[in-house]
């Protein structure tokens, strides 16, 4: 069972604790393991309690006066925010996985001030890579004389015809 007295022990519950997020900031200094995922955790619940307070905003047109109160309306926003972390813990989107992931691939990559350190003891002025740009050539200000291109000539075929079609108007009359 988790120690309450000991501060260091104790998770943080909420995004708007500002002395747990101060203790999670200070696991992520430490580079302790499970702030990144703790943090992740947070930013998802952070975005659900966004995402609910949203759909309740967009309900509010077909609301009755009725039903609205700032009591209610303060006691909604207090249960998104602890449904919202609730589905955070049991990784509801699945949204910390990828924040945990996306984080991770870029800690395994070394960072700016790395490579530069890296450049300078190496002696190499300039990292060899691709051109930016290809370079330009000048425009020939010399015609090209191309052959013309030859235009096919369209005839026109008459159409047959018919024989036993009578040339006359044909009338009809009672």
């Known amino acids: ?19 747990a997020l101060g203790e999670l900031r200070g696991k992520a200094q430490r580079n302790e ?3 990144l995922r703790e943090s992740a955790e947070q930013f998802e619940a952070l975005f659900i309690q966004m995402m609910l307070k949203s759909m309740r905003e967009a309900n ?3 609301k009755s006066d009725m039903f609205k109160s700032n009591a209610l309306e303060t ?19 699945g949204f910390a996985d990828v924040v ?13 001030a790395e490579l530069l350190a890296l450049r ?14 290809k370079p ?8 090209v004389e191309q052959p013309a291109m030859p235009l096919q ?3 026109l075929k008459p159409l047959p015809m018919n024989k036993t079609m009578p040339l006359a108007p044909v009338r009809n009359e009672p």
């Open 60 to 62: 509010d047109v077909l």
């Open 136 to 143: 330009v050539l000048p425009m020939s200000l010399t015609p």
């Open 100 to 112: 945990v992931k996306q984080l991770s691939q870029q800690e395994s990559a070394p960072s700016t």
């Open 120 to 133: 300078q003891k190496t002696g190499a002025l300039q990292a060899p890579g691709m051109p930016l740009h």
């Open 33 to 35: 393991k499970g702030a």
């Open 75 to 93: 006691f909604q926003g207090m249960y998104d925010k602890e449904l919202s972390m609730s589905m955070a813990k049991r990784n509801a989107l």
């Open 1 to 19: 069972m988790a120690d309450i007295t000991n501060p260091s022990t104790v998770a943080a519950k909420s995004y708007s604790d500002f002395g």
């Open 153 to 155: 000539r369209q005839t």
